[in-house]
């Protein structure tokens, strides 16, 4: 098992497996999200609720009158805004009737939920939001002219603000999971879809997880390679 992470994590051979592995997983990630969507998007629910009105009853039932809902251009651009107290729910969710529509609205009423609630997690990934996107621009760039140019410090000033947008994506993963879990628990509790569509509403919910967890993986590994490439160069 050591003789297999060594090759792994500190040779190049092993980074390019493990980060093609990584893009695979990214491929397959966006294939089942996109086929799944589109196929809960040709059933209708029982309840002929569109994603716009389910979201307005998730949010009424728990109390929450201060944000609105909003239509945007796009497809799976669906998204909370906290700083506005906004629901933007894209084009294919806003006023369609079917078990993808209302499982994605219901997924982003979550996201208000927790913001109502202060969810820990959530808080946390709003106040590192100025630090992901300092870290994932500047990060790697400041990392990769240190390694090039043989400046130590310049590399682990890279690597720290790196380290912060990677961060991100990490703490990104409970929100989102915790998000769907509200959403399916709600739906149920309060009838909006039957024990089938709910089925059909899960299996949406956990392809679209699985781009978040392919995201993760990918910013950990391109964290871990800046890593070992500045721990080469020291010795």
């Known amino acids: 098992m050591n003789n297999i992470f060594s090759l792994l994590f500190n040779s190049d051979f092993g980074m390019m497996i493990l980060f093609g592995l990584s893009a695979l997983l990214s491929v397959f990630a966006q294939f089942l999200v996109q086929s799944t969507f589109s196929k809960y998007s040709k059933i209708a629910v029982s309840r ?22 909003q239509a945007v ?3 799976l651009t669906d998204h909370y805004d906290p700083s506005a107290k906004m629901l933007r729910l894209s084009e294919p969710v ?15 009423t979550g996201h208000a939920i927790q913001h109502k609630v202060g969810y820990g997690p959530l808080v946390l990934r709003s106040t590192l939001v100025p630090v992901a996107n300092i870290g994932s ?19 682990t000033i890279g690597i720290i603000l790196f380290a912060g947008a990677v961060s991100f994506y990490l703490i990104t993963l409970p929100v989102e999971f915790n998000a769907s879990s509200r959403a399916l628990k709600n739906l149920e509790a309060n009838n909006l879809l039957t024990q089938e569509e ?15 967890v392919a995201s993760a993986l990918t910013a950990v590994l ?3 390679r800046l890593i070992l490439q500045a721990r080469n160069r020291r010795r």
């Open 48 to 69: 002929n609720m569109n994603g716009a009105e389910a979201a307005k009853v998730l949010m009424h039932l728990n109390d929450i009158s201060d944000v609105g809902i």
């Open 73 to 75: 251009a796009g497809s």
């Open 94 to 108: 806003y006023g369609a009737r079917t078990i993808s529509a209302v499982g994605v609205a219901a997924h982003e």
């Open 137 to 155: 621009q500047a990060g790697p760039v400041l990392a990769i002219v240190g390694l090039a140019a043989s400046i130590p410090l310049l590399t």
């Open 198 to 212: 709910l089925k059909g509403a899960k299996k949406v919910l956990t392809a679209a997880a699985l781009t978040y």
């Open 222 to 224: 391109n964290l871990l």
